[in-house]
């Protein structure tokens, strides 16, 4: 695998300046160490390149391929996440969380807990299914504390 001019000398201040995502940097390093161009005074195999780094010789050859397949950016940067994330929670399912929050809590409890909530609102049909967490975020969203005591 053989570098450019450019790339090298990117790839040089890009491992000796600034702050950088340490992944980044090592990925520099390693393509730095591996490349055969003119360039390069003094080639080192993987073998060295590992032990210098104290990574394992198929992070080389990772980094190697990604490479030759996808070029440097990727192979600094990485892929773009491609999963696209349905959200359950709209603004319905908000109000009615909300009205249901500052309602009188269940019998036998003082105050509505986050899965006494996440319980309710599947029972009620709101929502087919939600945990605590997302409760407790959009509570947050709302600011809202489930804790606080109003004296009336």
Not at 37 to 51: A, G, H, L
Not at 56 to 74: A, N, P, Q, T, Y
Not at 106 to 114: H, Y
Not at 129 to 149: A, C, D, F, P
Request: include cysteine; charged fraction near 35%; proline fraction near 1%.
């Amino acid at each position: 695998m053989t570098l450019t001019k450019d790339e090298r000398k990117y790839l040089g201040v890009l491992t000796s300046k600034g702050k950088h995502r340490s992944q980044k940097i090592l990925n520099g390093l390693i393509l730095l160490g591996c490349d055969e161009s003119e360039f390069q005074k003094k080639r080192s195999t993987n073998k060295e390149i590992s032990k210098v780094l104290n990574i394992s010789m198929k992070k080389i050859d990772r980094v190697k391929k990604r490479f030759v397949e996808d070029g440097l950016d990727i192979t600094l940067n990485g892929r773009k996440g491609s999963r696209i994330y349905v959200k359950k929670v709209d603004g319905d399912f908000e109000a009615h969380l909300v009205a249901l929050s500052c309602s009188e809590p269940p019998e036998g409890f003082a105050r509505w807990s986050l899965r006494l909530l996440a319980d309710k609102v599947i029972e009620l049909d709101y929502i087919d299914n939600v945990s605590h967490e997302t409760i407790r975020q959009v509570l947050k969203k709302m600011k809202l504390n489930l804790g606080s005591v109003k004296d009336g």
